[in-house]
């Protein structure tokens, strides 16, 4: 086994395994198929601007955001800030979210890993519909890195209009930072999804909602929205109900999927470093109220790494509507269920694969997508 392998069967290492062949242009499952839109350099993430039908953006873990437009790449990225980022490993370009009034503002937000190995959300604009202004950038927010692992990095504009983050617990084995692990400590940001207004206000580079669970509490950083998270590499909105879904990365046994209801997610703890999925993790550790996950799997049975997907409302593919759609790093299998607070029902496979799934990704109609390490980018199609 290569040691980029290896590492994968604990962490999401973004490295391809060898061993691997690319599936097709085209390959299908049942009444679904993969329909390849791309290639890229090392593809994290892909993403629509609301109010642009025309154009997707890839993201590039060395530090590029690439665009589809009516379904051609053109040759000059959207935006290249490969000099500022680090890229290898768990750390990169790691995803763009688009601010919900795109159209007219342009403001859009990166998270990458910085030269020093650091988090940093920053703020851009665009210059044109397929060019960014590199002098745009404004600070949104930095977040020391103390490991090079779990740095989450997922940014995604909620169903309030407000900005998620998702930040590991800091890296390495086990959440081995301070007494209790960052998961559990409400001083620190790591193993956390944070909710923010990302624009400037009062002189702030961010403002912290009035509503966010810990507003006031001391002791307590005000961003928090939710907690005891080891690394959550992707989570996201159901379009229609605003359910939140979290895929987080699990330790060396248990991968695991957590999902509550729209607005439930304000002040859950989701148990780590305590539990690795529903499994005891630290048994002297005591948490308060954490919510249990709605699906596990073992590492026994295949798996590494789980990536979070999305809830399908792709009106072109009813047999799958309603179902969340994840898969694992290292198994490459695209699966579904049906999901509910701590419980999934209707478990199951699509009947197709993408090694090296690093993640999935939405476009305004609803469209799915999944995105393969190795290079190519996939649109979920009825066959």
């Known amino acids: 086994m290569s040691f980029a392998c290896a590492i994968a069967a604990a962490f999401v290492l973004l490295s391809a395994c060898g061993g691997s062949a690319e599936p097709a242009a085209r390959a299908a499952g049942g009444d679904v198929e993969l329909t390849r839109i791309g290639r890229f350099d090392s593809p994290l993430y892909v993403a629509q601007p609301p109010g642009d039908a025309r154009r997707l953006f890839v993201v590039e873990q060395a530090g590029r955001i690439r665009v589809v437009r009516d379904g051609r790449t053109l040759p000059r990225p959207f935006l290249d800030i490969s000099s500022l980022v680090r890229s290898g490993g768990e750390q990169g370009l790691l ?26 959300v920053v703020e851009y604009r665009r210059a044109s519909a397929d060019r960014a202004d590199p002098r745009s950038a404004r600070q949104v927010l930095f977040q020391p890195q103390p490991e090079p692992n779990h740095n989450g990095g997922l940014l995604q504009f909620g169903p309030d209009g407000l900005l998620y983050v998702g930040l590991g617990d800091g890296g390495g084995g086990g959440d081995q930072h301070g007494s209790s692990g960052n998961g559990q400590n409400l001083g620190t ?44 590499w992707r989570f996201s909105f159901d379009r229609a109900t605003g359910d939140l879904t979290i895929g987080d990365v699990g330790q060396d046994q248990v991968e695991e999927v957590d999902f509550v209801a729209r607005g439930r997610g304000r002040g859950a703890n989701f148990g780590w470093r305590a539990f690795e999925g529903r499994r005891r993790e630290d048994p002297a ?89 190795s290079g190519p980018v996939y649109r979920l199609d009825p066959r």
Do not use: W
């Open 95 to 120: 995803s763009v979210a688009f601010a919900p009034d795109y159209a007219d503002s342009g403001r859009f937000y990166v998270d990458y890993t910085d030269v020093d190995g650091d988090t940093r």
């Open 189 to 232: 940001l790591l193993g956390k999804l944070l909710r923010i207004d990302p624009r400037a206000s009062g002189g702030r580079a961010y403002s912290v909602p009035a509503g966010n669970p810990f507003v006031g509490r001391s002791g307590a950083r005000p961003e928090i929205y939710a907690y005891g998270l080891r690394n959550p």
């Open 285 to 373: 550790l005591q948490v308060m109220a954490d919510v249990k996950p709605a699906l596990t799997y073992r590492h026994a049975d295949g798996g590494c790494s789980v990536t979070g997907g999305y809830v399908v409302r792709d009106p072109r593919l009813p047999r799958l509507q309603g179902r969340y759609v994840y898969g694992d790093y290292c198994a490459g299998e695209l699966l579904g269920a049906r999901l509910a607070p701590e419980r999934a029902t209707a478990r199951g496979s699509l009947g197709l694969r993408v090694p090296g799934l690093t993640s999935f990704g939405e476009d305004g109609a609803g469209r799915l997508y999944a995105v393969s390490q």
